[in-house]
């Protein structure tokens, strides 16, 4: 559209607009085209409708309307205002973490694996992880680095709150269960 206003009534101006609308919408990252557009304007023409409001009686003899405007703008227009919002406050709680403790690598012992054929059993104390509680409540386990390292996840936590390394390289987990802090595990190998 070259010109920058256009008026109310002239030729084709409802699909000038639309046109426009729809430009500054996507302009703005809503995908919006002009077919949705004009369901819109239906709908609000039907709105007035109902509420007994002829919607070109109220409009007057000429209109002129810059498609520059801003939205607080058209709304003046209207005969309204958009409402604003505050920002909301966020209050975010860090907690103090040592990465030394998360990122440490604990080496499982070799009395704690048993392998048979195919599979490894493996015991692990976790009784004194205090993100783990007792019935594995929101704990995944995730076989990382290849296979080799076995890391524990907490629901709600971006990184593994222990990683094991596990000695050899497995498949996948095929079973765990957490009783009393003691993780068994039986894993493919």
């Given at each position: 559209?070259?010109?920058?206003?256009?008026?109310?009534?002239?030729?084709?101006?409802?699909?000038?607009?639309?046109?426009?609308?729809?430009?500054m919408?996507?302009?703005m990252?809503m995908?919006?085209?002009t077919?949705?557009?004009?369901?819109?304007?239906?709908?609000?023409?039907?709105?007035?409708?109902?509420?007994?409001?002829d919607p070109e009686?109220?409009?007057?003899?000429?209109?002129?309307?810059?498609?520059?405007?801003?939205?607080?703008?058209?709304?003046?227009?209207?005969?309204?205002?958009?409402?604003?919002?505050?920002?909301?406050?966020?209050?975010?709680?860090?907690?103090?973490?040592s990465?030394?403790?998360n990122?440490k690598?604990?080496?499982?012992?070799?009395?704690?694996?048993?392998i048979?054929?195919d599979?490894?059993?493996?015991?692990?104390?976790c009784?004194?992880?205090d993100?783990?509680?007792?019935?594995g409540?929101g704990v995944?386990?995730?076989?990382?680095?290849?296979?080799?390292?076995?890391s524990?996840?907490?629901?709600?936590?971006?990184?593994?709150?222990?990683?094991?390394n596990?000695?050899?390289?497995?498949?996948?987990?095929?079973e765990?269960?957490?009783?009393?802090g003691?993780?068994?595990?039986t894993?493919?190998?």
């Open positions: 559209m070259s010109e920058k206003r256009f008026t109310a009534g002239g030729d084709d101006w409802e699909e000038k607009l639309l046109e426009q609308l729809s430009k919408f996507n302009d990252g995908k919006m085209d077919a949705q557009l004009k369901t819109m304007m239906d709908q609000i023409r039907s709105q007035f409708e109902t509420m007994g409001l009686k109220m409009a007057g003899e000429k209109i002129e309307l810059n498609l520059e405007a801003t939205m607080n703008d058209l709304a003046k227009m209207m005969g309204a205002n958009l409402p604003t919002k505050e920002p909301a406050a966020v209050e975010v709680k860090t907690e103090e973490v990465e030394s403790d990122e690598l604990i080496p499982v012992s070799e009395d704690d694996i048993y048979n054929d599979e490894m059993i493996l015991t692990i104390d009784s004194r992880v993100e783990i509680d007792d019935g409540e995944e386990f995730i076989l990382t680095n290849g296979g080799s390292v076995l524990v996840m907490k629901e709600g936590r971006p990184k593994p709150v222990r990683k094991y596990i000695g050899k390289v497995v498949k996948s987990i095929d765990w269960s957490l009783n009393n003691i993780l068994d595990m894993l493919k190998i």
